[in-house]
């Protein structure tokens, strides 16, 4: 069996997100959580008052026999709109913003690359604001959240 690998993004509610990958061949699970912020342990309602620094996340575990990190990055800057600063439509406060949280160098050089490639083709009409974080913990959420 392949090893399987690991991929954070954020881009608005972690379910619209979830939702769009729990649909991509090679996907095997897709976790909602929050990751980038200072707060141990962060609640949804904690999150949600904008004031811990944490996103709302989804990690998703893959098999890059299957999908490859890029593939799952174009997902990514289709399902969400990736020049809208800390927000995504009606959802405002940074734990909405557009990030991704590479896991390897690899996955930044991949993350860096394809925004540079995007903007440098104009395929959106503004700047990308999507933020490349380190991921330093990611939390999982609430029961009721998953």
């Keep these: ?20 990958y729990d649909e991509v061949r090679g996907v095997q699970n897709v976790e909602s959580g929050y990751a980038g912020g200072a707060v141990e342990n ?28 890029n593939d799952l990055l174009e997902v990514f800057f289709t399902v969400h709109d990736p020049t809208q600063l800390d927000r995504q439509g009606a959802d405002v406060g940074t734990q909405y913003r557009s990030a991704i949280f590479p896991d390897s160098p690899e996955q930044e050089r991949s993350a860096r690359e394809m925004i540079r490639q995007f903007e440098q083709d104009k395929v959106y009409d503004a700047p990308i604001v999507t933020r490349i974080e380190p991921l330093t913990r990611f ?5 009721y959240h998953r």
């Design 139 to 143: 939390f999982s959420a609430e029961k």
């Design 42 to 69: 962060p609640t949804y309602d904690a999150v949600c008052t904008g004031r811990t620094g944490h996103a709302e996340v989804v990690q998703i575990t893959y098999d890059p026999a299957v999908v490859s990190y």
């Design 1 to 20: 069996m392949a090893e399987s690998a690991k991929a954070t993004l954020a881009g608005g509610c972690f379910w619209c997100l979830e939702a769009a």
